[in-house]
């Protein structure tokens, strides 16, 4: 609109005997109210294409910079107000997961962890990435402490390394220990040589997705039956069983009973597959005369309302 009405002047001016310059130089002046003088004496037919020039020219400018200046403000508003509003929803949230790094590994297991019920945050440096994401993010480098903290590093239970560089994964994870030593730390890595150095640094697991694909894939191949068993029954929501763990605190009535004694597969339906001490030893396939005690893991295999009497035989609600 503004060149429209800028070549409408020129070419209004070029008829009345000015030069091309001239002509674009008196319309500038006139559209964008500097106004400095008349190039030459005005007769009546210049007055009146000048005087409709201003009425046009001024209305289209003062309009196309209020719609720019509408655009800006409004864009900024927005993007203010919703990283206002995702900051206060980050600062409420207690015992989420932070993945470090949206890519194929971070979207997979942000959406695995959501459909188990946890919340999660991301942290991802590409602002365009994550710009429509159902999870509330964090858009800077999560190397850097701070990224970390407006994330609430400090109240997460567990945050995930999932960046490309097994370099920046190592730094994420010795952040997140110095930050909060207590916190669960899952890193990934793409060369061998990285596992050791990432569990040094203080990751409690660490992933070689790759790894992990193909002996999946050989799985299908070697027990077919088996690998599809264990596939379903960890991912498929729609199958009524499901496999889950159960921590025991030292206030549970089950701390210090043996599996006879707490009659838990009578009790509750669920099937105790293995228990896991705190030293990370794992007793599979206990007997009766295996004892339950403080901080033990058990893994169990069940329905939801077998896990909901666990539960409850376990006092954990």
């Known amino acids: 609109m503004v060149a429209a009405v800028t070549v409408f002047g020129t070419v209004g001016y070029v008829a009345f005997g000015f030069t091309l310059l001239d002509a674009v130089y008196q319309t500038v002046t006139t559209i964008t109210t500097v106004g400095f003088r008349e190039l030459t004496e005005f007769g009546t037919a210049e007055k009146l294409f000048t005087i409709v020039l201003i009425v046009v020219g001024v209305s289209t400018v003062l309009y196309s910079f209020t719609l720019v200046v509408q655009l800006v403000v409004e864009g900024q508003l927005r993007e203010f107000v919703g990283r206002r509003r995702m900051d206060r ?3 409420q949230m207690r015992g989420h997961t932070i993945i470090c790094g949206w890519g194929r590994v971070g979207a997979a297991a942000a959406f695995e962890l959501k459909r188990e019920g946890h919340s999660v945050v991301v942290i991802d440096r590409d602002p365009e990435r994550v710009s429509d994401l159902p999870f509330p993010t964090v858009v800077g480098d999560a190397t850097r402490d701070e990224t970390l903290k407006a994330a609430g590093i400090e109240r997460a239970q567990a945050l995930i390394a999932a960046l490309e560089g097994d370099a920046a994964n190592l730094f994420v994870t010795l952040s997140g220990r110095d930050l909060v030593p207590g916190l669960f730390i899952v890193a990934r890595a793409r060369a061998d040589e990285s596992i050791g150095k990432l569990e040094h640094a203080g990751a409690d697991r660490v992933v070689n997705p790759q790894e992990l694909g193909a002996a ?15 596939d379903v029954v960890m991912h498929d929501h729609t199958l009524e069983f499901h496999l889950r763990e159960f921590n025991i605190p030292a206030s549970s009535p089950l701390a210090g009973k043996t599996l006879r004694a707490a009659n838990l597969r009578e009790a509750s339906g669920a099937l105790v597959l293995a228990i896991r001490s705190p030293d ?5 396939n206990p007997t009766g005369d295996a004892r339950i005690e403080q901080d033990h893991v058990i893994i169990a295999v069940g329905t939801a309302d077998d896990f909901d009497r666990l539960a409850s035989l376990a006092e954990l609600r």
């Open 89 to 91: 929803q980050i600062n």
């Open 216 to 230: 999946r894939m050989a799985s299908f191949v070697s027990s077919p039956n088996v690998a599809e068993f264990v």
């Open 280 to 284: 990370g030893t794992f007793t599979t």
